[in-house]
Structure formats: C-alpha cells, structure tokens
C-alpha cells in the first residue's frame, strides 16, 4: 500500500524556519520525482516545490529563496526546509508526486505563521 506520511509542522513566528519530512513508500519514491504542495484554508492545493530522482529542484516563485526541498534516497524520505516564514506560508502541507498523476494524498501537516 502506497502511504505518504508527512510531519514536522507547527506554529511559528514569521521570519521563524520549519522543516517538513514525508516519508513514502520504497518503491514510489525510488522511482520518481517528488513534491510537496501547500493548501491554505479555502484555497486549491498548490504545489510549492519538487525535486527530481537526480536532485534537480524547482520552486514556485514565492517561495525562491526561503524553501528549500531535499531527499534522501536511502530513508525514502523527502524535506522541505522553510526559512524566513511569512503568514502567508500558512497552510496544510502536502507531500505528492508532481504533475498529474498523484497518490492518494496523506494527512498532511499543519503550518501557522504568526504575524
């Protein structure tokens, strides 16, 4: 059963820094690429960042600079280290495959930005 487990948010202050961690399954995340997407409440669910099996990393404009996304092949984990939070990071934080084709979503975690 594929699963993905997110973790690692909180409440923070803005300007504060948070790091996400998603765990999957072995054999979906040896073989793709990663994401993690953000939904704020009453919104879509955004993708914020990804990064390829090789490590080649992409991000949304808004987040250029103060995320940054990272894996560990051999734990089947990915990270989403966020510095220089704004309230407008806030939201629940969502781990997936990029592009169209998705997993079943997980839990999620929550991040509040505190202004």
């Known amino acids: 059963q594929v699963q993905l487990v997110e973790s690692g948010g909180g409440l923070v202050q803005a300007g504060g820094s948070l790091r996400l961690s998603c765990a999957a399954s072995?054999?979906?995340?040896?073989?793709?690429?990663m994401a993690w997407y953000r939904q704020a409440a009453g919104n879509q669910r955004d993708l914020v960042a990804s990064?390829?099996?090789?490590?080649?990393?992409n991000y949304v404009d808004a987040v250029k600079g103060r995320f940054a996304i990272s894996r560990d092949n051999a734990k089947n984990t990915v990270y989403l280290q966020m510095n220089s939070l704004k309230p407008e990071d806030t939201g629940v934080y969502y781990c997936?495959?990029?592009?169209?084709?998705?997993?079943?979503w997980g839990q999620g975690t929550q991040v509040t930005v505190s202004s």
């Open positions: 072995a054999i979906i995340f040896r073989t793709n690429a």
């Open positions: 997936n495959l990029p592009g169209n084709t998705l997993l079943a």
């Open positions: 990064i390829t099996r090789n490590g080649i990393t």
